[in-house]
């Protein structure tokens, strides 16, 4: 494989996602059908990526089948996702970590440092991310929201 560069592997792996929630593998929906991938920039921003993260992996209860369940599955996708990217080569800010319950074990373990560069690796990674997955009309509206 020839060397690349990051913004090249972002690019990549942000393709390889869109591609599974395109073809129905993974859903990127946010709760009750809300681009949940357009939010969680501002949530890792406002909140820090452990809280982000700590969201999304949050469990309620089905009210249809009673047992637990990420609150949004689709958030939990997304950080699902950013998780297999940080671990990535030639990423690498977290190795070994394959999923966003693994990812948030790692970082609460890690140094500050670490923390950081996965904060900014997913802020990165999300930037191309967006773009790639419509949950949108384009103008900035979700899906089924008017416009203003």
Not at 82 to 93: C, F, M, Q, R
Request: hydrophobic letters at 40%; proline letters at 4%.
């Amino acid at each position: 494989m020839p060397h690349q560069n990051y913004d090249q592997v972002r690019a990549k792996h942000a393709l390889d996602f869109a591609r599974n929630v395109a073809e129905g593998r993974v859903n990127a929906s946010g709760k009750e059908g809300g681009d949940a991938m357009r939010k969680i920039p501002a949530m890792i921003m406002a909140n820090g990526l452990l809280a982000a993260i700590a969201f999304a992996i949050e469990q309620k209860k089905d009210r249809q089948t009673g047992q637990m369940e990420p609150r949004s599955k689709g958030h939990c996708a997304i950080f699902d996702a950013i998780a297999g990217h940080l671990a990535a080569d030639p990423i690498g800010v977290t190795p070994g970590v394959t999923d966003a319950r693994s990812l948030i074990d790692h970082l609460v373990e890690a140094d500050s440092q670490t923390l950081k560069l996965a904060t900014d690796e997913a802020l990165a990674w999300l930037s191309y991310a967006r773009r790639f997955v419509s949950g949108g009309d384009g103008e900035g509206n979700e899906a089924g929201e008017p416009a203003e």
